[in-house]
């Protein structure tokens, strides 16, 4: 295993600042200067800090319920599309999963409201959505069915197949140039609001648990707030955008 060089300078440990710890007393306890050189990973793992909620491995599965599902998140890309190796700091978080287990569902007024997305389904999923857990060494998210996005179909995110009250748009490439013909550079390209909708989700559902259909449809130019919803960007370089009904502000014609 390779060793990891930490090149802090030295550290001096004051037991007065651990005083408030179960079992430390200032009086009974000296600490020297701790001197950080070569370790291997072995040596300082228990000092990594997970953000996930570890499962013990006593347990042999997870259950979501109500409206809740669990699921298997896909890794982050470690290179770029031309093959640069991103670190650790440089990599999106993942939106991309596979549901592993879903709830049995939800009530609405009188009607028993199953969930519509099945086991093995690839989703994109809202950005800070769900809790993570560590279950079998593997990270999972445990969300809502209404923070699923949209179902991915293909590898591309063109095909996304938007779910409840969301819709899929391209949005409208940014201008090149200002009024007076300068040419605009990427950093300050105002980010577009204008786009066309080619995927619409199913609909909402009422206070009986009926569906409604949106009332947008594809293939129409839309303004929506500008910084609403989740951006994302196709192999063919164009940009998208899934957001809410709701964001939408107007159709243009």
Do not use: C, W
């Not at 998140?73 to 670190?87: S, Y």
């Amino acid at each position: 295993m390779a060793a990891t060089q930490l090149t802090s300078s030295p550290v001096t440990v004051s037991v007065r600042s651990l005083a408030s710890l179960e079992g430390l007393r200032a009086s009974s306890a000296k600490f020297g200067t701790l001197k950080l050189g070569t370790l291997k990973q072995s040596q300082f793992r228990s000092l990594v800090v997970r953000a996930a909620s570890v499962v013990a491995p006593k347990y042999t599965s997870i259950k979501p319920l109500g409206d809740r599902v669990l699921v298997k998140i896909k890794e982050a890309e470690e290179k770029t599309m031309g093959g640069i190796l991103l670190p650790s700091t440089a990599q999106s978080k993942p939106q991309e999963g596979e549901v592993v287990a879903v709830g049995e569902g939800r009530t609405i007024g009188k009607n028993k409201v199953d969930i519509t997305v099945p086991t093995g389904a690839q989703i994109i999923y809202s950005k800070y959505a769900g809790t993570e857990v560590e279950f079998n060494d593997v990270k999972h998210l445990i969300l809502k069915e209404d923070d699923i996005v949209g179902l991915l179909e293909t590898e591309d995110i063109k095909d996304l197949k938007p779910l409840n009250d969301r819709v899929f748009i391209k949005v409208a490439e940014a201008e090149e140039k200002t009024a007076g013909g300068l040419l605009l550079t990427e950093t300050t390209k105002e980010k577009p609001s204008i786009g066309t909708v080619i995927a619409v989700g199913p609909g909402t559902l009422d206070e009986e648990g009926k569906l409604q259909p949106l009332s947008i449809s594809t293939g129409s130019t839309v303004l929506y707030s500008k910084y609403a919803g989740n951006d994302f960007k196709g192999k063919d370089g164009s940009n998208y955008i899934a957001l809410r009904v709701s964001d939408v502000m107007a159709i243009l014609s």
